[in-house]
């Protein structure tokens, strides 16, 4: 740390000490702040705060960066999906063509059936 707590054990001593304007700004010029018996434990818990701050902020960082990163993420993704909705949307269009075409080739052949042997003899050929 770069300051220093002055702990000064009587409290009438301390109160002349915070007193003395001199004495004072001498010492907050030099980073030393004096605490008596009763400010001792609220200096500490603001400079437990300072830390438990220093501390959020670093992980509030941290998350704003995943958050970037998760960000960025959802993009590609959704890029991906996109071109998986194509090629599912082309297979599908083209599942459909092979399932006419392949109705229409198993009509062609039971109109076959219903011709006669020789029909089929003169169609085919000698």
């Known amino acids: ?3 220093a707590l002055m702990y000064i054990p009587s409290e009438p001593i301390y109160y002349e000490v915070v007193n003395d304007l001199e004495l004072t700004e001498y010492a907050r010029k ?3 702040y004096p605490v008596s018996p009763n400010t001792l434990y609220a200096n500490l818990q ?3 705060l300072s830390f438990q701050g220093k501390d959020i902020e670093q992980k509030s960082h941290q998350l704003f960066a995943l958050l970037r990163a998760i960000q ?3 993009g590609r ?4 999906l996109g071109v998986l909705n194509k090629h599912l949307t082309n297979a599908y269009n083209q599942m459909s063509n ?3 075409e392949y109705t229409l080739m198993g009509q062609k ?3 076959t059936q219903n011709l006669g042997e020789g029909e089929i003899k003169k169609i085919a050929g000698p």
Not at 77 to 80: A, F, I, K, P, R
């Open 109 to 111: 052949l039971s109109s």
């Open 46 to 48: 603001v400079i437990l």
């Open 98 to 100: 092979v399932g006419t």
């Open 77 to 80: 993704l959704g890029e991906t």
């Open 72 to 74: 960025k993420d959802y």
């Open 30 to 32: 030099n980073r030393v």
């Open 1 to 3: 740390m770069d300051f």
